[in-house]
């Protein structure tokens, strides 16, 4: 059975809340878990101390017997100190699409056109 620490929903609608949970990786989102290790309100501002509450106790616990934290988890984990993240690194992602750059090039022209029609 693969476990996951991963997050669950709660709140209402457009007011998210989420439980930090251990699950079974086949069990849905919202369903059925076997502990509650903290929570995290995205409501709050960053700088919230109760934003992000964590069990450091039972995730140390439940990382020794071989669960898997999701990314969002991880990075919660890596900021209490509990786990390392590893860094990661696209620079193509940063890069502009085919469409983005022919827009760009169109309008550089247009401009090119502008000045040169108002210095004649």
Excluded: C
Excluded at 11 to 27: C, E, L, N, Q
Excluded at 33 to 58: C, H, I, Q, T, Y
Excluded at 68 to 88: C, H, I, W
């Amino acid at each position: 059975m693969s476990l996951k620490i991963r997050l669950a929903r709660g709140g209402s609608k457009k007011r998210p809340y989420y439980h930090i949970v251990v699950a079974d990786a086949r069990s849905p989102r919202d369903g059925r878990f076997l502990e509650k290790l903290g929570s995290w309100n995205p409501m709050l501002g960053k700088d919230d101390a109760a934003r992000v509450e964590l069990n450091a106790d039972r995730i140390k616990h439940w990382l020794d017997n071989g669960a898997q934290p999701t990314d969002r988890v991880l990075r919660f984990l890596d900021q209490a100190g509990l786990s390392k993240r590893p860094a990661r690194s696209n620079p193509e992602k940063a890069k502009p699409g085919k469409k983005a750059l022919e827009r760009a090039a169109e309008k550089k022209q247009k401009a090119e056109e502008a000045a040169a029609a108002a210095a004649e």
